[in-house]
């Protein structure tokens, strides 16, 4: 069974980078899509991008020029920067396999399996 | 404001079936697979229904998903204590994905 751990600073000053790994167990890491996904504090859930077990990603527009997602095949880890943060960037942050396909394999899914227990990020001076 | 349409709130009593509403449009719901998640208080989502109406592994069939059009439906039947929590629909939008504000679940 895959299991996901996010880490990384829980505190970043604003203008700078955020950047947060998550380390996957239990599963090889070219296996599957990977997603990060957000949520401020007492709010809903937000969409921050994805990348495929081939190297292509996908981000929100409303961020896409400051997001990067990566992965590491040799650490079995992939990793968001998110660039000239502010203090709306505060949030959970958590990690996630996405099923990309349905059964056929011919249909997007787009399902969010795992999740990681996710990591409290503050940006703040 | 989301993309996705959720009553904020709903509440039932212990054993009660309660469903839960999603509202989009013909570029989320209409044209594509809706999942739900529950996330109990202080802990990560966890993925409930997938392709409208699968449940994963280890998810007892009290929970249950439909779709019709543009909205989609989770339902809970035999309600416990234990599942409150709150409750997001999520899909796509021209390869965004999307997610319901949530509604939060208070067994009564």
């Known amino acids: 069974q895959v299991q996901l751990q996010e880490s990384g600073p829980g505190l970043v000053k604003p203008s700078e980078t955020l950047s947060l790994t998550c380390t996957v167990s239990?599963?090889?890491?070219?296996?599957?899509?990977w997603s990060w996904i957000r949520q401020p504090p007492g709010k809903g859930l937000e969409w921050i991008g994805y990348i495929s077990y081939s190297g292509i990603t996908n981000y929100n527009p409303s961020l896409k020029s400051r997001v990067t997602i990566s992965v590491d095949t040799s650490k079995n880890q992939f990793s968001l920067k998110l660039s000239s943060v502010t203090a709306a960037d505060t949030a959970v942050y958590y990690c996630?396999?996405?099923?990309?396909?349905?059964?056929?394999?011919?249909?997007?899914?787009?399902?969010?399996?795992?999740w990681g227990q996710g990591t409290m990020v503050t940006v703040s001076s | 404001q989301s993309v996705l349409t959720q009553p904020p709130s709903v509440s039932a009593a212990p054993g009660q079936k309660v469903t839960i509403s999603c509202s989009g449009s013909s570029s989320n719901i209409g044209n594509n697979y809706v999942s739900w998640y529950q996330q109990l208080p202080g802990t990560a989502p966890k993925l409930l229904i997938y392709?409208?109406?699968k449940r994963p592994s280890g998810i007892p069939d009290r929970f249950s998903g439909s779709k019709s059009g543009t909205s989609a439906t989770l339902g809970i039947t035999g309600l416990q204590t234990g599942d409150e929590a709150d409750y997001y629909c999520?899909?796509?939008?021209?390869?965004?994905?999307?997610f319901g504000g949530g509604t939060k679940l208070t067994v009564l």
């Open positions: 239990g599963g090889s890491i070219s296996s599957y899509y």
């Open positions: 996630a396999t996405l099923i990309p396909f349905d059964s056929s394999g011919y249909y997007w899914l787009g399902a969010f399996d795992i």
């Open positions: 999520g899909t796509w939008d021209s390869s965004l994905g999307v």
């Open positions: 392709e409208n109406n």
